[in-house]
């Protein structure tokens, strides 16, 4: 996530998922290494890649858990926390979770959002989720770029310096996780997720990475910021609805800016030069977003339904129980850390990349690609109340993709889809589903919508899976 008073750029977070099995597991109470010995891609490894089997003191997962980390060579190590699926985890598919940022530890995906279990108020222990995609998937959540998370080496020169990079580090992780995990990755399932700024992750890794995967979720995903930009529009002058602190002398504010960045935007997606898309971004930021500003006791630009609390990220992200929890020496000696200074988000991190152009470049390229050469089903999940990530946004973002099936997406409308909530038939937002790409919006759920709505996304990540519509 990114201030909120400083570049527009959010929180993301990424998944992977695999039908994979776990062959032969020790008891789970008995701590356990797997070392592997297959190197990176054909270059040596200095050391191993490696896993230590976690009992439940930590977190009563449900099921079988390993943490370990992936050496990528000079002293850049990838850390990942896998638990099994609580159903049948020798089939159900394996999902690796990114979280953005830039410069966002997937911690806070596996304990704040959609984890097996979840960081208490006071910081001091977690609970089980009952709601967690571990019901029906095996996860792997990867702190990643090197520089983020526990994947911090402490020293700034050794962080991936930009997506080009940290591209390359993230095929080699796959190769390490892999090899400590073999059965994991033939004949199984490979499905990418991300959230926020996994919109970028997601879609750039996956068309460059050597490996094929059977479907790619995104959760509130930063694209193309200035169709989010526009959307704002929309979400608080359009829609009919009552927001949070706007009013109709910002909304003609908007109005007359929107012409100007909506040009800009259109410069930037016919060149995708990075020098003009961050031109675009700026003059967007400045003459549109900037009528939407945050602050104490102001709108909170990922979730339109409360006020921001304490900056930078308005109090979203369970900040303070992560720091608590991670940061206790039990926890810490469990992950084989020791006096590690553990943040949800580095923000020396998230600084150097938005200081980049090539992050402002849109990831409509990447996501046209892998929906129409590489086959890929898309599914993209967006909170109705998250503004940053608008879902006005990115209907203009999917409905302009120049895929196969543009035109019928385009005309298609959209129709409610319905979950149980403790047994009560609930509309759960609008969606649809043409050809490779669905779109499903989330009511009552802001940027982090897993964490705002449990069983509504886990609905929908069933259906994903099963191949079954969510409209019947």
Not at 212 to 233: K, M, N, Q, W
Not at 352 to 358: F, I, P
Not at 375 to 382: S, W, Y
Not at 454 to 464: C, D, I, M, S
Request: proline share 7%; with cysteine; hydrophobic share 35%.
């Amino acid at each position: 996530m990114v201030p909120v008073a400083a570049s527009p750029f959010l929180l993301a977070t990424a998944f992977w998922a695999l039908f994979s099995p776990i062959a032969a597991l020790p008891s789970r109470n008995n701590q356990h290494v797997l070392t592997s010995t297959a190197p990176h891609s054909g270059v040596t490894r200095p050391r191993p890649a490696h896993a230590t089997r976690q009992n439940d003191s930590l977190c009563d997962a449900g099921s079988a858990q390993w943490t370990g980390t992936v050496p990528l060579g000079k002293g850049r190590d990838m850390f990942f926390w896998f638990f099994e699926s609580r159903g049948n985890p020798e089939t159900d598919p394996l999902i690796i979770w990114l979280n953005g940022g830039p410069g966002g530890s997937s911690m806070m995906g596996a304990f704040f959002e959609l984890g097996p279990c979840l960081v208490t108020e006071e910081g001091d222990h977690t609970v089980r989720n009952p709601s967690s995609w571990t019901n029906v998937a095996n996860m792997v959540f990867v702190d990643q770029p090197i520089g983020v998370g526990f994947s911090d080496p402490g020293d700034p020169s050794l962080w991936a310096e930009n997506l080009d990079v940290a591209a390359v580090d993230f095929d080699k992780f796959f190769d390490g996780f892999f090899a400590l995990f073999p059965e994991q990755e033939s004949g199984r399932e490979l499905i990418f997720a991300g959230e926020s700024f996994g919109g970028k992750y997601v879609p750039i890794y996956a068309s460059r990475s050597r490996r094929t995967f059977d479907s790619i979720i995104l959760v509130d995903p930063y694209i193309d910021y200035t169709h989010e930009a526009l959307g704002l529009y929309e979400h608080f002058c359009v829609s009919g609805e009552e927001r949070v602190g706007i009013n109709k002398t910002e909304c003609e504010a908007i109005e007359r800016a929107y012409p100007t960045c909506e040009r800009h935007g259109e410069i930037c997606r016919s060149t995708y030069d990075p020098v003009l898309c961050k031109t675009a971004m700026v003059v967007c930021d400045e003459t549109v977003a900037s009528h939407l500003g945050g602050g104490p006791h102001g709108r909170n630009p990922y979730d339109d339904r409360v006020e921001c609390g304490e900056l930078p990220l308005c109090g979203t992200i369970g900040r303070e129980q992560l720091v608590s929890f991670f940061g206790r020496e039990t926890v810490q000696s469990a992950l084989g850390f020791q006096n590690f200074t553990f943040e949800p988000v580095n923000w020396a991190f998230n600084d150097k990349w938005n200081e980049q152009s090539d992050v402002t470049i849109p990831s409509s390229r990447e996501l046209t690609r892998l929906l129409d050469e590489k086959d890929t089903p898309v599914i993209v999940l967006n909170g109705n109340n998250d503004i940053v990530v608008n879902t006005e946004g990115i209907m203009r973002i999917l409905d302009s993709l120049p895929f196969r099936d543009h035109a019928r997406f385009l005309t298609t409308p959209l129709e409610p889809w319905y979950f149980s909530s403790s047994g009560v038939k609930t509309k759960g937002g609008m969606t649809k589903h043409i050809g490779n790409l669905a779109i499903v919006s989330v009511d009552e759920a802001g940027h982090m919508n897993p964490h705002d709505q449990p069983e509504a996304t886990l609905h929908v990540l069933e259906r994903w899976i099963q191949k079954r519509p969510l409209v019947s």
